[in-house]
């Protein structure tokens, strides 16, 4: 099933009506707008003219039939197809260099093939979902702040070949995504990656015997728990503690060994510094994680 960007929205919120109904596990194919809403297309178009309440528009939300609040849910990333341009920015007052910036700056990306051009710089692809998730349980959340449902986490492991596991906070669910980068860097430290519209292929499923809070997601090499804080600190001591109580609830190992073992080959890494909350994570290699037979 096709999901349109014209079907986009602004806050992941409980009340927003869904654009489709789907039984699972089900394949979708996402259309994304970029994260300025296709505002920004010269050079000339600097952040001063965003309309920022139509920054980082999500498509959806998808109701997922027989899904209730508790549950989880795994959506694997099959594919993401990136359309040329991308934008940058660089503004006064925007990122962790931003008091340093006397002058606002949009860099038009060109994208062939698999290199994104950055002036004379040719940069590898590396595609990856700025925001995804689930309707909150309670208000609604601007799809630009990130927190337990998702949202704007940045985290550059949500790219093709990923599983993503949400904890489900409403019946049905609501999924939705935007915010596609071509190429970005962990911390996003200048506000944006190189911001692209795109499609995104999924298969979305019901986990069984999975209990979370916040999002977990597994690549290929590493299995890592997301959190979202206040501070840096607070969201990297959350995800640090949920993967040693995963560690602990499924194998013999004591709290002191696992954070040992946390401690010898695990990794406490940043998503994103910009957003509201900021996004850390904790990832623990799946070699690992497979001799301890815990997946």
Same mark, same amino acid.
């Given at each position: 099933?096709?999901?349109?960007?014209?079907?986009?929205?602004?806050?992941?919120?409980?009340?927003?009506?869904?654009?489709?109904?789907?039984?699972?596990?089900? =394949?979708?194919?996402?259309?994304? +707008?970029?994260?300025?809403?296709?505002?920004?297309?010269?050079?000339?178009?600097?952040?001063?003219? +965003?309309?920022? *309440?139509?920054?980082?528009?999500?498509?959806?939300?998808?109701?997922?039939? &027989? /899904?209730?609040? &508790?549950?989880?849910?795994?959506?694997?990333?099959?594919? /993401?197809?990136?359309?040329?341009?991308?934008?940058? @920015?660089?503004?006064?007052? #925007?990122?962790?260099?931003?008091?340093?910036?006397?002058?606002?700056?949009?860099?038009?990306?060109?994208? *062939? !093939?698999?290199?994104?051009?950055?002036?004379?710089?040719?940069?590898?692809?590396?595609?990856?979902?700025?925001?995804?998730?689930?309707?909150?349980?309670?208000?609604?959340?601007?799809?630009?702040?990130?927190?337990?449902?998702?949202? %704007?986490?940045?985290?550059?492991?949500?790219?093709?070949?990923? /599983?993503?596991?949400?904890?489900?906070?409403?019946?049905? &669910?609501?999924?939705?995504? !935007?915010?596609?980068? #071509?190429?970005?860097?962990?911390?996003?430290?200048?506000?944006?990656?190189?911001? @692209?519209?795109?499609?995104?292929? @999924?298969?979305?499923?019901?986990?069984?015997?999975?209990?979370?809070?916040?999002?977990?997601?597994?690549?290929?090499?590493?299995?890592?728990?997301?959190?979202?804080?206040?501070?840096?600190?607070? #969201?990297? =001591?959350?995800?640090?503690?949920?993967?040693?109580?995963?560690?602990?609830?499924?194998?013999?190992?004591?709290?002191?060994?696992?954070?040992? +073992?946390?401690?010898?080959?695990? %990794?406490?890494?940043?998503?994103?510094? @910009?957003?509201?909350?900021?996004?850390?994570?904790?990832?623990?290699?799946?070699?690992?994680?497979?001799?301890?037979?815990?997946?």
């Amino acid at each position: 099933m096709f999901i349109s960007k014209d079907t986009h929205f602004f806050a992941l919120d409980k009340t927003n009506l869904p654009v489709a109904q789907v039984s699972l596990p089900c =394949e979708l194919t996402f259309e994304t +707008l970029d994260c300025f809403s296709e505002q920004i297309n010269h050079p000339e178009d600097t952040l001063e003219i +965003l309309d920022f *309440e139509r920054v980082n528009p999500a498509t959806g939300p998808v109701f997922l039939n &027989g /899904i209730k609040a &508790g549950d989880v849910i795994s959506v694997t990333i099959k594919a /993401i197809r990136v359309k040329t341009p991308g934008k940058m @920015v660089a503004a006064p007052d #925007a990122g962790v260099l931003g008091s340093l910036i006397k002058k606002s700056e949009t860099l038009i990306i060109p994208i *062939e !093939g698999d290199i994104a051009y950055f002036k004379e710089l040719q940069l590898p692809l590396t595609p990856m979902i700025g925001v995804i998730g689930i309707a909150p349980d309670g208000v609604g959340i601007p799809c630009g702040t990130p927190g337990s449902h998702g949202g %704007n986490m940045d985290c550059t492991l949500i790219k093709p070949g990923s /599983i993503l596991y949400l904890p489900v906070q409403v019946d049905g &669910g609501l999924l939705a995504l !935007g915010d596609l980068h #071509a190429v970005m860097g962990d911390g996003e430290i200048m506000v944006s990656g190189v911001e @692209v519209s795109g499609e995104v292929d @999924v298969t979305i499923r019901k986990v069984d015997n999975l209990e979370i809070s916040n999002p977990v997601v597994q690549t290929e090499e590493e299995l890592a728990f997301i959190a979202s804080a206040l501070t840096l600190d607070q #969201a990297i =001591e959350t995800a640090t503690f949920e993967m040693a109580q995963f560690l602990t609830g499924r194998s013999s190992l004591s709290l002191n060994e696992a954070g040992m +073992l946390m401690s010898a080959c695990g %990794n406490a890494q940043i998503c994103q510094i @910009v957003d509201p909350l900021k996004t850390a994570r904790f990832s623990m290699p799946l070699s690992v994680l497979h001799e301890l037979k815990i997946i």
